[in-house]
């Protein structure tokens, strides 16, 4: 499909989608039909969205349906990511509907004979001044919005807002305190059978043979499909497909793999890298008597650890596949599925429902492709194919490990004089519908495998690895070098703020040190080098919130430290002090953030997320590593992978610096690098000890100590 | 083979092996949908429910083990139009994200709440030590259960 050059670029994703009747339908019924091309996955996007429409219409969100996206119907709005759907599926529905308003009210004035100016709208009741009125849904037929989106259209001013900014309760909750069946893991289709894969023991690995008789004859088993490496089972019942595949995985004989390289990140300096410097500014170098400092700052392979196992249902029936998966991008997705079976994308028609939280690219987009392998086997009838959690644990893409080097030299002035940050790290996305080949994990597997795409990152200025490694601080030199090591052995993708959550890691706690050296407070000597206003202005609240004294010591067994970062440096500003206790082990006692997002949708909303964030992070830098041996990956559940529990979470004060008339920023992935490096200085704070390896276990902070 | 098992306040027969977890029982042929899947051996929480009076995980607990016992899933504790006040707290205080393990969650809850209707923050904590939340909404329903019980009749 072309689409004729607008002459000006329309706001978010009407941009690719400019028809208004993709986005919106105003009902006869009195409600008003909703379909964003972006997905629910817990963000609480969706309810947004309906803020958002109600705002521009002036009409009560409870008279707007939501369509999940499905490609016979939806907007293509790629992926659902990056903290970006405000941007992109928010803004292109602000102005779809303010578009839509402003027809109806051409329509309202043609009907009562008045002019535009003359009429306001309530709950979609337009009324004239002067007497008389008709509603949205007597004026609108079909014909209103078959059209594209104009480029002239003006949303409502912000100071006209009665809804967005405040909280509205999410759409989607008193369902999910039900229990109702809302995922996808719940959907229980006619005649629908069960399916389980046996992965091989790790990666590399090929299946040589696989004595299938004695498991064909297993009660409830209907098919052992196996096309060169994929292996798996269907049967009548889950946990006959379950035991099926226990015992398919004893008799199953693989050869192969065994090239794991030791599990520390450090073996990135190892690897081989491409090499680009990524920010360079000033130039002469250090003085000559400058003092020098030096710190290398590492993070592992950790998980998305998604509470709820990837899950799909797919049905092949009369040549068409229809897919049901919580995928974050189902045209990326049905792109890459097309390419593995050798097939039409217009052969699949992939249908959204929400899974559990995923944080990024887990196996959602690999189990869907599980499904339709399975469903190509047994026509007809419907295959829900859930991973247990151990394949979750070994085969989901990982958030990739880094090493990240820093120098810096101090002026007479105290100040910084040079800065020099180098990292390096896999990359950070390996999504389906990337160029030249097909990022599905069963699709490597085939008699006729294809290949995957080349692992890259998003360019900058958001970057991937590379994200948030310019530092947004004003300094006179700086060098930023990132060593990409493309080749990974174990697969890593996107997890919530990519690359952002070490460098601004290793910036904050490397600013943290610099200010130690130059015997400076760590809030002033961040201020001292940023004129940013909206950054000083987080900095400075957070401050106040936690009641920071300069230069405040910690008791050897309490401290408090800051982080702070502007996402993607184009993205939310956050500052983040948090308050640990250090005994046997390193706990978070309290967390402060402050937090500037441009206009606010859903205050709640956005709280919620900068909590979760927080919290999450949290247990990232305390606790998470995914550990592996020269054949497999040897963390194979939560016993293993421990993440923050309930005893262990801290209270949590948010603010924003709210700013109205200003565009709305993602608030999703914010707090990742501010809260890792806030704790890491909080440590040093308590303990004259700095933690430069996460995550914190009591063995590393034991090491630190003696 | 079959065997009998109370739920939620009824008997159903169900046509299972002796030896298949409760939790599969549950979802595939109650079609209670609401006792989630997380990790099959009991260490996360989202398949909680409640057996004669006590939180249990029902991914680990075999369907013969229940036979003869009350169980109680998050679909028996409350309708749409009467939630159960925890769920009412949850609602009330936005405690969920992705929502995957809120059911879980709120069977523990009501397992201590049952028991102990005001609880102490930190009792309330312990309780929820063995149920995971990935998304981190863990002081929203640790706000939300105590507003639940704080509603009890003291």
């Known amino acids: 499909m072309s689409v004729a050059p607008a002459p000006r670029k329309l706001p978010g994703s009407l941009e690719t989608n400019p028809a208004l009747d993709l986005w919106l339908a105003i009902n006869a019924d009195g409600t008003v039909t909703v379909r964003p091309g972006k997905v629910e996955i817990g963000q609480g996007i969706l309810t947004a969205l309906v803020q958002i429409v109600a705002e521009e219409l002036d009409i009560g969100p409870e008279r707007i349906r939501l369509v999940g996206a499905a490609t016979p119907l939806s907007p293509n709005e790629g992926i659902t990511s990056g903290s970006r759907s405000i941007q992109e599926s928010g803004i292109a529905l602000r102005f779809a509907a303010a578009e839509a308003r402003e027809l109806l009210l051409a329509r309202a004035a043609a009907k009562l004979d008045v002019s535009v100016e003359q009429l306001s709208v309530k709950d979609g009741v337009i009324t004239a001044r002067a007497g008389g009125s008709v509603t949205y849904w007597e004026l609108a037929d079909e014909s209103l919005l078959r059209r594209d989106a104009s480029t002239a259209t003006q949303p409502k001013p912000a100071e006209d807002y009665w809804l967005v900014g405040r909280r509205l309760d999410r759409i989607d909750i008193p369902a999910k305190v039900r229990g109702d069946p809302v995922y996808v893991h719940d959907l229980d289709l006619p005649r629908m059978v069960h399916a389980r894969v046996v992965r091989p023991p790790g990666p590399g690995m090929q299946l040589d043979s696989v004595e299938v008789h004695e498991v064909e004859t297993m009660q409830g088993v209907i098919k052992i499909v196996r096309d060169g490496s994929f292996l798996g089972v269907i049967a009548e019942r889950e946990e006959q497909a379950i035991r099926a595949a226990r015992r398919l995985e004893r008799v199953a004989r693989w050869h192969g793999g065994g090239a794991l390289p030791a599990s520390d990140p450090r073996y990135l300096l190892e690897c081989v890298s491409e090499e680009e410097v990524v920010s360079e500014k000033g130039a002469g170098g250090a003085a000559p008597d400058a003092r020098v400092f030096t710190a290398e700052f590492t993070r592992p392979h950790i998980a998305h650890a998604s509470l709820g196992p990837s899950c799909a249902v797919a049905q092949f029936s009369q040549a068409r596949y229809t897919l049901w998966t919580h995928s974050q991008g189902i045209f990326p997705l049905r792109a890459d599925l097309a390419s593995a079976l050798g097939i039409s994308e217009n052969a699949f028609d992939v249908v959204h429902m929400e899974g559990a939280g995923c944080y990024g690219h887990n196996a959602a987009d690999d189990v869907a492709c599980d499904a339709v392998l399975f469903a190509r086997a047994l026509p007809e009838r419907p295959v829900r194919v859930q991973w247990m959690r151990e394949d979750e644990f070994a085969w989901e ?11 810096a030299t101090l002026g007479a002035d105290g100040g910084v004089a040079t800065w020099a940050h180098e990292l390096w790290s896999h990359a950070h996305s390996t999504r389906p519908g990337g160029k030249g080949g097909v990022n599905l994990l069963a699709a490597w597997h085939l008699a006729k495998p294809v290949t995957a795409a080349r692992p890259a990152n998003p360019p900058l200025p958001a970057g991937g690895s590379h ?27 996107a997890l919530r703020s990519l690359g952002g959550h070490v460098n601004v890691f290793a910036i904050e706690s490397f600013m943290d040190e610099l200010a130690q050296a130059a015997d400076a407070d760590p809030v002033e000597f961040r201020l001292r080098h940023l004129k940013d206003a909206r950054a000083r202005a987080v900095i400075e609240k957070a401050a106040a919130m936690a009641d920071w004294r300069p230069r405040e010591h910690g008791d050897g067994e309490h401290g408090r430290g800051i982080g702070f970062a502007r996402y993607k440096n184009l993205g939310c500003y956050a500052a983040v002090i948090v308050e640990v206790a250090v005994a046997e082990m390193v706990r978070v006692t309290r967390a402060w953030a402050a937090v500037d997002v441009g206009q606010v949708i859903n205050s709640d909303g956005v709280v919620n997320q900068i909590e979760g964030g927080i919290v999450q992070t949290i247990s990232w830098t305390l606790k998470e590593r995914i550990d592996y041996d020269r054949h497999s990956v040897t963390t194979r559940n939560w016993d293993t992978y421990p993440i923050l529990t309930f005893p262990e979470v801290p209270n949590i004060e948010v603010a924003f610096i709210d700013r109205p008339e200003l565009p709305p920023l993602g608030a999703g992935e914010g707090m990742q690098g501010p809260t890792a490096a806030a704790i890491g ?18 063995e590393r902070l034991i090491s630190a100590l003696v | ?44 929480g989202a398949c909680m429910v409640i057996v004669d009076g006590k939180a249990v995980q029902s991914c680990d607990v075999p369907v013969s083990a229940v036979a003869g016992k009350s169980i109680t899933t998050i679909e028996g504790i409350g309708t749409p139009d009467r939630p159960h006040p925890l769920q009412r707290a949850f609602i009330a205080e936005q405690a969920a994200q992705c929502g995957y393990c809120v059911s879980g969650i709120i069977m523990t809850a009501k397992a201590l709440l049952d028991v102990n209707p005001h609880p102490r923050e930190d009792e309330i904590r312990a309780a929820l030590a063995g149920n995971l939340c990935r998304c981190g909404t863990h002081t929203r329903m640790l706000r939300a259960i105590r507003s639940a019980g704080e509603g009890a009749p003291t």
Do not use: W
């Open chain 1, 681 to 698: 200085n909080a440590c040093y704070n308590a303990l004259k000890v700095r933690l430069r390896d996460m995550p914190f276990t009591r």
């Open chain 1, 397 to 407: 893409p990982f958030g990739s490990p880094m090493v990240v080097r820093m120098q």
């Open chain 2, 1 to 44: 083979m079959s065997l009998v098992i109370h739920v939620n306040g009824a008997a159903h027969t169900v046509a299972a092996e002796p030896e298949t977890p409760l939790l599969y029982v549950l979802r595939n042929d109650l079609r209670l949908k609401g006792s989630r899947f997380g990790c099959g051996q009991g260490l996360c």
């Open chain 1, 467 to 493: 994200r948030n490694a310019a530092p947004l601080y004003d300094f006179p030199q700086q060098r930023v070098t990132n060593h990409l090591v493309r080749a990974a052995p174990l697969r890593t993708s």
